[in-house]
């Protein structure tokens, strides 16, 4: 089964990946945490993609290109989902002619539909431990368990996740996503589904539209 997760920063794509990578087995494609291991090696080529991303714009097609491809060739895995790409209509031809090279289609494009007004709050009080990348919110996430992690100097901000920068994130959402989700429902494999419930909730959801 293939899918990918659609919806805007903040809206909870890589939370329910990750739940579905726990609880089903789904290998799970993250094209910004793989994006963020290579600028943490200090590469030229790391260099080149943090010059993109800290401002939120897009990494340039020919670095997601070979990323992609080279996932799509190279996995065994019989789930596999995607999430934070495909991010224009250009990636979302790229994975089709990937995937038909192989003999495979995308099963399902999960379209997270959330109200605009929770995001920026969602995004600027993301926290990551930096011990085990484990997603936090400081306002929902429960007090206890950060408090322990502050207390240990282990929650980090990610550099792009300022209301300064959100706002050019939003925009190319706006711009270059929004009509990805144009191009699944004309093949007939969008799905959308409520995010602004809690995360179980929204969890239940997606695994009953996967039939799992
Ligand atoms: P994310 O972790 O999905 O919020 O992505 C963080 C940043 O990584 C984005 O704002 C982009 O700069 C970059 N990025 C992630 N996925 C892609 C993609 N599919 N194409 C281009 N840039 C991307």
Known sequence: MIIVFLGPPG??????????????????????SRLRAEIATGSDLGQRIASFTNEGKLVPI????EMIQKFIRETKAERIMFDGFPRNREQAQVMDEALKE???????????EIDED?????????????????IYNLVSSPAEKIAELKAADRLIQRKDDTEEVFGTRLKV???????????????????KIDGDHDIEVVAQNVKKLLGL
Do not use: C, M, W
């Open 11 to 32: 809206s909870g794509k890589g939370t329910q990946a990750e739940i579905l990578r726990e609880d089903h087995g789904f290998e799970h494609f993250d094209t910004g």
């Open 62 to 65: 020919e670095i997601i290109k």
């Open 102 to 112: 192989l003999g495979d289609d995308l099963d399902y494009a999960i379209y997270l």
């Open 118 to 134: 929770n995001l920026l709050q969602r995004i600027i009080n993301r926290r990551f431990d930096k011990e085990t990348g484990e």
């Open 173 to 191: 959402y706006a711009e270059e996503t929004v009509p990805v989700l144009d191009f699944y429902r004309e093949q007939g494999v969008l799905n």
